[in-house]
């Protein structure tokens, strides 16, 4: 049975190997060339002339799938846990070859952390293979830099940790595994549905050693034997620690089980309740869209917004794409953060819909040829309660939306059932 070891780099995944390994049923590999090797079969026969000549996918699928019981082949143990942080990426060649059911240990830890264990790698290692893609001298911003570019090891991880599909990852936090083993390492056994093994914490061993001098970094993976967490004292600048910030906020939205959108039905159902007073809205010939300041305005706010996933500029409450959300007139934060804004449309938007429609020779009092039924009238028990309550009071509670909100003196407060 496969599973795979990804997740960020430097946040403990050599610890959680060799933690794993003590289970005589587990075999948690080395960094492995597994993935690569799939895929450069898979690029190989694709471009190779003599087979694209003669092609027999039965062959390159048999191949391709072959390539990780090959690599496995002396290994006694039944579970067997694949490291390499290109997993995540290669969830359809996992699906395609391996097994139909991907579970993937997702190891992260601060980015500010594990900034320092490489700086304090690098430092230690001139000539090492990042140093490799800098160009001398060596500052500190200068690695710095490079580590949170796109080309880095680092940024490729977190990339792919925002873009995968949560349901097949299993995040293991660095400090968690450290203040709390047990139950972290019960986590996993539990993602990974399989049996319980009592693991020791205290006189971890690192059965599988690397030779980290092919990295140029001869310590690279070394394991203590107990679980102390190394401080490096290493001051980042503040730019460094701000950018460290926002890759740890978006991480851990990734993470947080309680910020996974709505349910499908349930964000149909939020558009539905728009989309209604929308076409109300259109029908009575009033706003729809606001000004790009306004707009700029709310996304403003839910970039500060607990609810905000920077990954994909979206909501996480009610599940819509912001950059839509924002620029209609009617819609409003789920939360209370930003509301309605025809004035704005009616004020600003309004007349430039009238300047153009007048350039093509239709005034809005023409409109009613392309919304022929302005007469219809929506009953106000049929409409859906799209505003909160006006001047409340600290402690008010109200429900909208089927779910129930509180105001704290600030903003309405989403109360979890
Ligand atoms: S809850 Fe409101 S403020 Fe927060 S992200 Fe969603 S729409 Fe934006």
New binding site residues.
């Given amino acids: 049975m496969y599973y795979f070891l990804a997740g960020m780099p430097r946040a403990g995944s050599t610890l959680l190997a060799a933690i794993l390994n003590q289970n005589p049923d587990i075999h948690v590999s080395t960094s492995s060339p597994v993935v690569h090797l799939m895929w450069q079969i898979q690029e190989h026969l694709t471009t190779d002339d003599f087979y694209r000549s003669h092609p027999k996918p039965k062959f390159q699928r048999t191949l391709i799938s072959s390539v990780i019981d090959a690599y496995y082949q002396e290994q006694q143990e039944r579970y067997i846990i694949d490291k390499n942080r290109s997993w995540i990426t290669s969830l359809p060649l996992i699906h395609n070859h391996i097994t139909h059911e991907p579970k993937i240990l997702c190891p992260v830890r601060k980015t500010s952390e594990i900034l320092q264990s490489f700086l304090k790698l690098m430092q230690q290692y001139p000539g090492n293979m990042i140093d490799e893609n800098i160009k001398p001298p060596y500052t500190l911003q200068k690695r710095c830099d490079y580590l949170l570019s796109t080309s880095s090891v680092l940024m490729a991880s977190v990339q792919q940790i925002l873009n995968a599909p949560k349901h097949s990852l299993h995040f293991i936090d660095y400090d968690e595994l450290l203040s709390h083993p047990k139950e972290t390492i019960e986590s996993v056994y539990q993602f990974l549905d399989i049996p319980h093994y009592e693991h020791s914490f205290i006189d971890i061993e690192n059965q599988l050693q690397e030779d980290d001098t092919v990295y140029g970094m001869p310590t690279m993976h070394n394991v203590k034997s107990s679980l102390v967490k190394t401080i490096h004292d290493i001051q980042l600048p503040d730019d460094i620690l701000k950018k460290c910030d926002k890759i740890d906020v978006a991480i851990r939205y990734q993470m947080t089980e309680e910020h996974s959108y709505p349910s499908l039905p349930d964000q149909g159902k939020n558009l539905a309740k728009f989309t209604f007073q929308l076409v109300k809205k259109a029908l009575q010939g009033g706003a729809l869209v606001v000004s790009q300041e306004v707009k700029e305005q709310?996304?403003e706010?839910?970039?500060?917004?607990?609810?905000?996933?920077p990954s994909q500029v979206?909501?996480?409450?009610?599940g819509?794409f912001?950059e839509e959300?924002?620029n209609f007139a009617l819609d409003?934060?789920?939360?209370?953060?930003?509301t309605e804004s025809a004035e704005d449309w009616e004020n600003g938007r309004f007349d430039e819909l009238v300047q153009q429609l007048e350039e093509f020779n239709v005034t809005p009092e023409e409109q009613p040829e392309v919304y022929p039924d302005t007469t219809v009238e929506i009953p106000e028990s049929e409409l859906p309660l799209v505003e909160f309550p006006k001047n409340p009071e600290m402690g008010d509670e109200c429900v909208l939306h089927d779910v129930k909100w509180k105001w704290n003196g600030i903003h309405w407060e989403?109360v979890p059932e």
Wanted: hydrophobic share 25%; glycine share 4%; proline share 4%.
């Fill in positions: 709310r996304l706010v839910c970039r500060t917004c607990d609810w905000y996933d979206r909501c996480k409450h009610c819509c912001l959300k924002a409003s934060c789920p939360i209370g953060k930003w989403y």
